[in-house]
């Protein structure tokens, strides 16, 4: 099994152009979410879903947008990218009642 | 609000040194705790877990308490090797799976 697969791997944009990071998972897992990785900040959720039709946000979800059309795919747009948006972004799936997040490999976006 | 805060980094050892990595919480109730790790251009990966007080979560060689009294989450190895290096997040789970993020611990171990 795949887990749970980013694309791309690496991106690099201007100012104000758009683009989807794309998020897919294998594990049938209901819950996914969006993280972004930054120097010194840890790991801060964008945004995230508890199932297909239902997205909400989390704590840093401005200039973001998301959707979850099937249980497999849970795709992260950026309309108007800022150099802000700079980082790396995870994608991650959970299932259980513990809370475990299962990670993939992450997407490093440059904003010029 | 929910909060984790852990060691700053970053830690340089020796292999077979001992390591202890930091991590204390605030958080109402008693959520799950967790330490994940991430080997360079990798993903997170979860290393250990705790669900309740007292739980000791162990895993490689690793060990975590979940100590309600102090809220600590300490990550412990007796003998760290070359291939531990890596960074170390401690995080909690504030419910409905949305974690809670420490800032992570560099760790460089040395021949």
């Known amino acids: 099994n795949a887990g749970v697969t980013q694309t791309p791997k690496f991106q690099v944009l201007k100012t104000g152009q758009s683009m989807t990071l794309q998020c897919a998972q294998d594990m049938n897992h209901e819950y996914m979410s969006w993280y972004r990785q930054d120097p010194g900040m840890g790991l801060r959720l964008i945004h995230y879903?508890?199932?297909?039709?239902?997205?909400d946000q989390g704590e840093v979800p401005n200039g973001y947008n998301v959707s979850r059309s099937t249980t497999e795919d849970f795709p992260l747009r950026l309309l108007s990218a800022a150099p802000s948006q700079t980082s790396v972004y995870f994608c991650?799936?959970?299932?259980?009642?513990?809370?475990?997040?299962?990670f993939g490999e992450g997407s490093r976006l440059t904003v010029l | 609000g929910n909060s984790v805060t852990q060691m700053e980094g970053p830690v340089t050892l020796s292999e077979e040194a001992f390591l202890t990595i930091n991590c204390t919480y605030t958080?109402?109730?008693?959520?799950?705790l967790f330490w994940y790790v991430q080997y360079p251009g990798e993903g997170l990966q979860l290393l250990l877990k705790?669900?309740?007080?007292?739980d000791k979560g162990s895993n490689k060689g690793f060990e975590a308490t979940y100590r309600k009294e102090t809220t600590s989450f300490h990550l412990e190895k007796g003998s760290v090797q070359v291939s531990d290096s890596a960074v170390y997040f401690c995080?909690?789970?504030?419910?409905?799976?949305?974690?809670?993020f420490g800032k992570g611990t560099l760790l460089t171990v040395n021949p």
């Open positions: 705790a669900t309740k007080a007292d």
């Open positions: 879903s508890v199932g297909a039709g239902i997205t």
């Open positions: 995080a909690l789970n504030r419910g409905n799976y949305k974690l809670t």
């Open positions: 991650a799936t959970a299932t259980g009642v513990t809370g475990e997040l299962f």
């Open positions: 958080a109402t109730g008693y959520p799950s």
